[in-house]
């Protein structure tokens, strides 16, 4: 009796007409926004996505020797395990070693190197829409630790993102980098998006804010963006399906200095000073072929790089990667090797098409 009584009294919070007027309204956008038919416009941070991350090479050349050797344990949970052997480079340490496991809502991801160097990921998929993303570095040199946390929802026609990075309350108040973005399908074609930084490194000094805008607008068979940032940056790609196999992309980086060297000009045209310019523009281009993938880009600078994955057998795969600087006279090269090998309970299952199905981690 208590329980219907105090229900009943609080009754005039949703069962009132200002709260009716306003239910029915947001059921009415609604029923038009879905009738709009508009789809989910990906992420601010991957917005060039198709030129950036899946045509160019910037995340994918290396030099020296690569060795790769990774063995899946289990596909459902997935649980796979990898070392990788590395000589002659910079950026690569010469021994690492991973371990992979995901379920449909889980993923761990560890790795660690021949120096200790510890890295870790974790993914959780909360619910169909929401995804929650930790990752942490642990090294011995200082100012090497690092710990993000991103919040991503997806909606059917927006994405909004929470990012962290270093968050610390232990000197008394806020510090690190906070990054929020948001990206809104307007029609089937159009997305317009913003992304907000706060950053404060010590609370002896104010804290820092930008904020940037971006666009992107897909055609049947092309995506183009643009990204214009508070200190005067502006990116823009120009992506392209040519054939079923051929892909090609554009991107565009154009940058102003004031006289001093701080990006934006800081009035320094209008007091006499001379702004000066900066830009790269790259071009490249992706081709499929029956068991090979070839990529290939040239930039202003004079950059000429290539990637060439060759697969030479069904676990084994050839990587060759190859870099040419015209104006400073350089050339690096790079020959890697992955093996991919599993037990012989797992192979029969794939053989045969049997056993559970494979698991769909949040990466």
């Given amino acids: 009796m208590h329980d219907e009584s105090a229900s009943s009294s609080l009754g005039f919070l949703t069962d009132n007409p200002v709260v ?12 038009r926004r879905a009738a709009l038919g508009l789809r989910n416009p990906g992420t601010v941070e991957n917005i ?20 790769d050797l990774t063995k899946a344990v289990s596909i459902a949970p997935l649980f796979q395990l990898s070392h990788a052997f590395s000589m002659g480079s910079q950026a690569l340490p010469p021994y690492n070693f991973s371990a992979i496991y995901g379920t449909n809502n889980v993923l761990f991801h560890g790795n660690i190197d ?29 100012g090497q630790a690092m710990l993000q946390v991103d919040n991503d929802y997806v909606g059917k026609d927006f994405t909004a993102s929470i990012k962290a990075l270093n968050p610390s309350i232990l000197e008394g108040g806020l510090t690190g980098i906070m990054v929020g973005s948001y990206l809104q399908s307007l029609t089937p074609r159009l997305a317009l998006g913003l992304e907000a930084v706060w950053q404060r490194s010590a609370l002896n000094s104010g804290p820092e804010t930008a904020l940037s805008y971006c666009a992107k607008y897909s055609g049947k068979d092309w995506v183009a963006t643009a990204q214009l940032q ?25 940058t102003v200095l004031g006289p ?42 004079g950059r000429l790089a290539c990637l060439l994955e060759k697969r030479i057998a069904p676990a084994v795969q050839l990587t060759f990667s190859g870099d040419l600087d015209h104006f400073k006279q350089q050339a690096k090269i790079g020959l890697g090797v992955s093996v991919e090998s599993a037990g012989e309970d797992l192979m029969e299952q794939q053989e045969r098409a049997t056993g559970p199905s494979p698991s769909s981690p949040p990466f």
């Fill in 20 to 31: 009716g007027a306003a239910r029915t309204a947001y059921e009415a956008f609604s029923e």
């Fill in 48 to 67: 060039g996505r198709e030129v950036q991350k899946d045509v160019l090479l910037n995340n994918l050349s290396f030099t020296g020797l690569r060795a």
């Fill in 114 to 142: 021949n120096d200790g160097q510890l890295s870790a990921r974790t993914n959780y998929r909360w619910s169909p829409s929401l995804i929650t993303k930790t990752n942490c570095q642990i090294a011995s040199g200082p």
């Fill in 230 to 254: 508070a200190q005067g940056a502006l990116t823009t790609t120009f992506w392209r399906r040519v054939t079923d196999r051929v892909e090609a992309g554009v991107d565009l980086n154009l």
């Fill in 260 to 301: 001093a060297g701080s990006r934006g000009g800081g009035g320094g045209g209008m007091m006499g000073g001379r702004l000066s310019k900066e830009g790269v523009a790259t071009v490249g281009a992706k081709y499929d072929f029956r068991t090979s993938t070839f990529r290939a880009q040239l930039d202003s600078s």
